[in-house]
């Protein structure tokens, strides 16, 4: 039986991340399960409330929606898991039922919550209550370490999806992967995600921009052609001197601002494709007679980690040796509010925690 | 051998279409043609213009994009027709070349112009330039009145890519679209072509908005449900009983301002998806956040005639019978101020022009 109270993260507005002592949840309906977190991590989504950009509509809430451990309680409707088993979780909790989920566009189900939010309690904590547990929660990849294995809760399926958006939209004709140019803005965590998928799946040329120097060294690595966006000053252009004047045939935009999504715009051709993943929260930077007068296609949002997970982990399963190390700073859970100080100012690629200062392997 | 000048339908600033005698266009590249024009209608693209919406960079140009007629004279590089032919044009010129017009995407063809614009003269007039001729004509479809024709020029291809557009976004699978709920906004001409392809290509809950009735009317005519903008007061909830709060799959928007476009996406369900033909001149009526939460996919712009008019008519010819009669208006062209002014004021559904007060057939 957990104890009665335990440590989280608490987020109390932003700048404001506290390391305190909460009580343990427990199972609220019989579709609920409650896992003792052995891994969890940062995600770069929630700097965008660390930052103030998005305004929660409540404060007070657990942070973190990256962790896996282990099963330690489940309600009497949970068939698929059982005390013990070791399980990650999707960044959201989805029902399973309704016609968003069959549909496998589970990010769209009518009751999705984001761990980790006013909505939800996340994972940054020593336990974390999981509903629709069924449908949310997945074993543990065996053969992939813990901390790698935290890709698996949004970065890496969300960075797929970028891709796979691109894939869905030229019909999934993969010789054009081949001579298409492609425009990638972020390099962050998901961004690297991203082209690691886009290189396994077919991608040729992969152009990235970002203003981190390490970051395109990483993005370098993974082959793809690094933009730093601090030394390019018309990077339209640039890519219009590539492409015979033609401009990009696909942006992967994973940054969530306006400027990102006016360069992508600016950078696409004529009848050109933006897959775009980041989480936004500024005005469009172009309008209707732009857009008619481009050809414009646009896809926009969260991703269905759910829907896509079978089909995203086989990419990864390939490339997850390419991730060994990603995680470059593991703390203790206590050093919390330190570490999202860290990421937000880049000084670490992906940060993860410690539960008890214990290193679960 | 044409006359030295012609009577054409002169742009000359919004609400001011004069009827005038102009120099007769001449062959000015090896790859032109000239064509006596036989039948010329009124396109809804050109009221953007009329009502001052949509400023042209020059006034004085020619009007009209939609016509056909008789080739009098070719260039030297001209090979598909020959003097004497009987021809039909795209709304468009491109040049056949490019990556756009080799990939598919003859809208955004390096060198399109537009028929009737300041970029282009057009075809209310005795004769018009073709450039390109080679890919800008086809010949007169047989078996079908050259009034009817005048629909493949533009309004037909434009209306049946709203639909195939959604076709590509799910993978073809015309199963769904038996199942699929979709709100169209606007039932002018482009709307009623529309309508004909969603049908004939299988969409099975097709609601359509508009507030013209009689518009609606025909649209009903053709299958489809009508919604009575002016009489409906709350369209997304309407659309929301209909498919248990889920909200339409698709959107097919034709009216092109941001109204109709901020109707849709109240409308639209969660990861669904609007296809855009209108021709936008607003901002947009949504923010990255909202896109962002909505999953949303969005494709704009001009139809690529030219790339889809072999797939486009093969619909056409199944359902042109639907359209006889459809050009409730025939005015000499001597008359063009008058039926810009009827047209604007939804007092015909569709205008063409006799051309010196003749009648071909």
Not at 263 to 274: C, M, Q
Request: charged content about 20%; aromatic content about 10%; proline content about 5%.
């Amino acid at each position: 039986m957990p104890p009665v109270s335990m440590k989280a993260s608490v987020f109390k507005g932003p700048k404001k991340i506290q390391y305190s002592n909460v009580p343990t949840p427990k199972l609220q309906s019989p579709k609920d399960a409650i896992i003792q977190v052995k891994a969890t991590a940062l995600c770069g989504t929630e700097l965008h409330m660390y930052r103030g950009d998005v305004v929660p509509k409540s404060n007070g809430y657990i942070t973190g929606h990256e962790f896996n451990g282990t099963v330690v309680a489940i309600g009497d409707q949970v068939t698929s898991f059982k005390v013990g088993d070791e399980v990650i979780s999707t960044f959201t909790s989805q029902c399973g039922e309704c016609w968003a989920c069959i549909d496998g566009l589970s990010s769209s189900c009518v009751d999705s919550k984001v761990f980790g939010t006013w909505a939800l309690d996340g994972g940054q904590a020593e336990y974390v209550r999981i509903p629709y547990a069924d449908n949310v929660l997945y074993p543990l990849p065996k053969n992939i370490d813990r901390f790698t294995a935290l890709l698996m809760c949004d970065i890496f399926p969300t960075g797929w999806l970028c891709v796979n958006n691109y894939l869905k939209k030229i019909q999934f004709n993969k010789e054009k992967l081949k001579t298409d140019v492609i425009l990638q803005l972020g390099v962050g965590p998901v961004g690297l995600c991203c082209i690691a998928a886009a290189k396994e799946i077919g991608v040729q040329n992969l152009y990235v921009v970002d203003s981190v120097e390490s970051r395109l060294q990483e993005a370098e690595k993974l082959g793809a052609i690094p933009i730093n966006l601090n030394n390019e000053k018309d990077i339209p252009q640039l890519i219009k001197d590539k492409t015979n004047g033609k401009g990009a045939d696909a942006i992967f935009e994973l940054v969530g601002n306006s400027s990102a999504l006016k360069l992508g715009f600016d950078t696409v051709r004529s009848a050109g494709f933006i897959s775009s993943i980041g989480y936004h929260h500024e005005p469009l930077p172009f309008d209707g007679l732009q857009c008619y007068l481009k050809n414009i296609s646009l896809q926009f949002g969260r991703c269905p980690v759910r829907s896509i997970f079978d089909e995203s982990f086989k990419t990864f399963q390939k490339v997850a040796y390419k991730f060994d190390g990603f995680i470059d700073v593991k703390l203790p859970l206590s050093q919390v509010s330190k570490a999202y100080e860290i990421f937000d100012q880049h000084k670490a690629r992906k940060i993860a925690f410690l539960i008890d200062d214990k290193l679960y392997l």
